[in-house]
C-alpha cells in the first residue's frame, strides 16, 4: 500500500467581505500549481479547493476557520503556497478593504 504524503492546517478568513471572487480565484491558480489535491473544510463541509464553483459556494465570511489539506507528492509545498495567501490577507489593505501596493 502506497500512502501519499498529506498536510493540513487551520486558518481564519480575515478579508472584509469574506473569500469572494478574487481571493477564490487566487486560491484556485495556487492550487492547480500543485499536483496534490486541496480540500478546504468549514464546519462538516468539505470541498475541492481547486473547484472556483465549491469555493463560492463555501460561504466563508470575514472570521471564518478553515481547515486546509493537501494529499499528494507536494502536499506540504502546496499548503504553504495555500495558506500563505490567508496569512498575507490576499494583498488586500484590510483598513481599505482593497489590494495593497
Known amino acids: 500500500m502506497n500512502q501519499q504524503p498529506s498536510s493540513s492546517c487551520e ?4 478579508l ?3 473569500l469572494h471572487l478574487s481571493p477564490a480565484a487566487q486560491i484556485v491558480k495556487t492550487a492547480q500549481a500543485y499536483r496534490s489535491t486541496l480540500v478546504i473544510q468549514k464546519g462538516d463541509r468539505k470541498i475541492d479547493g ?3 464553483l465549491d469555493l ?3 460561504a466563508a465570511e470575514h472570521g471564518a476557520k478553515l481547515r486546509l489539506e ?3 507528492e507536494d ?4 499548503l504553504q503556497a495555500v495558506s500563505a495567501l490567508f ?3 490576499f494583498d488586500h489593505d484590510a483598513a ?3 489590494p495593497a501596493g
Do not use: C, D, I, P
Request: glycine share 12%; charged share 20%; aromatic share 0%.
Open 70 to 72: 493537501t494529499t499528494g
Open 96 to 98: 481599505a478593504g482593497k
Open 50 to 52: 481547486k473547484s472556483m
Open 75 to 78: 502536499a506540504e509545498a502546496a
Open 16 to 18: 472584509e467581505n469574506g
Open 87 to 89: 496569512a498575507r490577507n
Open 56 to 58: 463560492m459556494t463555501l
Open 11 to 14: 486558518v481564519v478568513v480575515m
